[in-house]
């Protein structure tokens, strides 16, 4: 069974520049999550799919940060612009269904670095 | 909101050690209980989970946790530990809101490295 797939694997863009991160879940997995991962920090949770609507959006910085998952498969991550601060690694998560029981199935992540 | 504690951030064993590395976290409620690992160049993968029942789990490679609930614990343990187990090492935790499988919390992780 193929993984979660991220691309690309790294990026590096200048700040004030757009920059958009693509994950491809497992298939037949309807919940998907983007997290956000500090140089030694664990992953934060910035929003939750069920499908292609999303029911947990609170953690993420509207006012640069956008996300979509048309037909609830494939999602893409978008920042515009992006700030110094941004530098990190982005995480995609898939998992079977939301519900209380199943486990999380992570990709290899985008490290992004902004000059 | 739910949070969670990893006590030590860096461990270092010689092989053959045991091993325990400690996680608190705070949530009033129900929860399901992680530990991940991060092998060096490598995704996120599960070492073993709780849902409910024995409170003793065991996990691959060796690895196993027991979830206090008295002391919002959930501590990773392992016998004895290999080269190969350097790695870094993240307890999570999601809440039972009811409405789904929230995202999970994470600790700041522990960077385990065994020396040979």
């Known amino acids: 069974e193929a993984g979660v797939v991220q691309s690309p694997r790294y990026k590096i863009i200048e700040k004030k520049q757009p920059v958009a991160f693509w994950c491809n879940p497992i298939?037949?997995?309807?919940?998907l999550y983007w997290y956000l991962q500090n140089l030694g920090q664990g992953p934060e949770l910035l929003i939750r799919?069920?499908?292609?609507?999303?029911?947990?959006d609170s953690q993420l910085p509207k006012d640069r940060f956008s996300a979509e998952r048309l037909k609830g498969v494939d999602s893409t991550l978008k920042i515009q612009p992006a700030e110094l601060g941004d530098s990190a690694v982005y995480l995609c998560?898939?998992?079977?269904?939301?519900?209380?029981?199943?486990?999380?199935?992570f990709g290899p992540g985008t490290r992004l670095t902004v000059l | 909101a739910q949070s969670v504690s990893q006590h030590n951030h860096h461990v270092i064993l010689s092989e053959a050690a045991s091993l325990e590395l400690g996680c608190n976290y705070s949530?009033?409620?129900?929860?399901?209980l992680f530990w991940y690992v991060q092998y060096p160049g490598q995704h996120l993968q599960l070492l073993l989970k709780?849902?409910?029942?024995?409170?003793l789990v065991k996990g691959i490679k060796g690895f196993e946790a027991e979830f206090i609930k008295s002391k919002f614990s959930f501590n990773l343990r392992k016998p004895s530990v290999q080269w190969s187990d350097t790695a870094e090492y993240f307890c999570?935790?999601?809440?039972?809101?009811?409405?789904?499988?929230?995202?999970?919390?994470f600790g700041k992780g522990t960077h385990l490295i065994i020396q040979p």
């Open positions: 998560a898939s998992s079977p269904r939301g519900d209380f029981y199943n486990e999380q199935f």
């Open positions: 298939s037949g997995h309807n919940t």
């Open positions: 799919y069920e499908n292609e609507e999303a029911v947990d």
């Open positions: 949530y009033g409620g129900t929860v399901n």
């Open positions: 709780y849902f409910s029942g024995d409170p």
């Open positions: 999570a935790v999601t809440p039972y809101s009811g409405g789904g499988a929230d995202g999970l919390t």
